[in-house]
């Protein structure tokens, strides 16, 4: 009885152990995967905010990817378009101005302290006009994807065949902070250009290569 016992304890011992390595192994990647990914940057830039709910479209801002080989962070006067006269959260702002017509008075300019950082990095005074007694300096962003040297990849090319930005990066829109979405091995992109040679793109049909030296030259 007692043998049968420590037999029972011991398997369900075993079977908690597989379990729980089981588990453990979403947590292990290979060297250069850096699925997950997703570093602090600079100024706190919310695409759940602007994709996601103001639902801007990424080649807004990432005009780039049509055009290069490389999607690159939009320059700081792209951010202007928009924060040149939104200067905090909707909210924050919605809130002086009725605080202001409470006290009849002219509304304060309201500004994040997140808008601050893009504004001190334009070296802007309080008006938003450039001050002559700064320095602008760039905002060094933190790269979240980031494929081997020896690895070609051209966005131009995905594009403009029709392969949408999420295929890839994922559902940014949902993102309040960019991570790494897929894994971006080699047999990931590959099994992606198996699947549009069979399904096509946006109702296209398409010829992905598959061949090594597309992608290794």
């Not at 453990?24 to 695409?47: C, D, K, T, W």
């Not at 069979?198 to 290569?209: H, Y």
Request: aromatic share 6%; with cysteine.
């Amino acid at each position: 009885m007692n043998s049968r016992i420590v037999t029972i304890v011991l398997l369900i011992g075993l079977a908690v152990t597989g379990a729980m390595l089981v588990a453990r192994m979403s947590e292990f990647h290979l060297p250069g995967n850096q699925q997950g990914y997703s570093p602090v940057q600079p100024i706190a830039y919310s695409h759940l905010l602007h994709a996601g709910e103001m639902q801007i479209p990424c080649l807004y801002c990432h005009y780039g990817a049509q055009f290069s080989r490389h999607a690159s962070v939009p320059p700081a006067n792209v951010c202007m378009n928009c924060h040149r006269e939104v200067t905090a959260s909707l909210g924050a702002m919605h809130a002086e101005d009725a605080l202001a017509e409470k006290e009849k008075r002219k509304p304060r300019q309201v500004v994040s302290p997140e808008l601050k950082k893009l504004y001190d990095a334009l070296a802007l005074d309080a008006n938003l006009k450039p001050d002559p007694n700064k320095t602008p300096y760039p905002i060094v962003w933190n790269r979240v994807h980031t494929l081997p040297s020896f690895v070609y990849f051209d966005h131009r090319a995905h594009v403009n065949a029709g392969v949408e930005c999420q295929k890839c990066h994922g559902p940014v829109e949902t993102m309040e902070r960019v991570r790494q979405y897929s894994d971006l091995s080699m047999g990931w992109c590959v099994n992606c250009h198996r699947d549009a040679n069979k399904t096509g793109i946006a109702g296209k049909q398409v010829r992905a290569s598959i061949d090594c030296s597309t992608c290794h030259y």
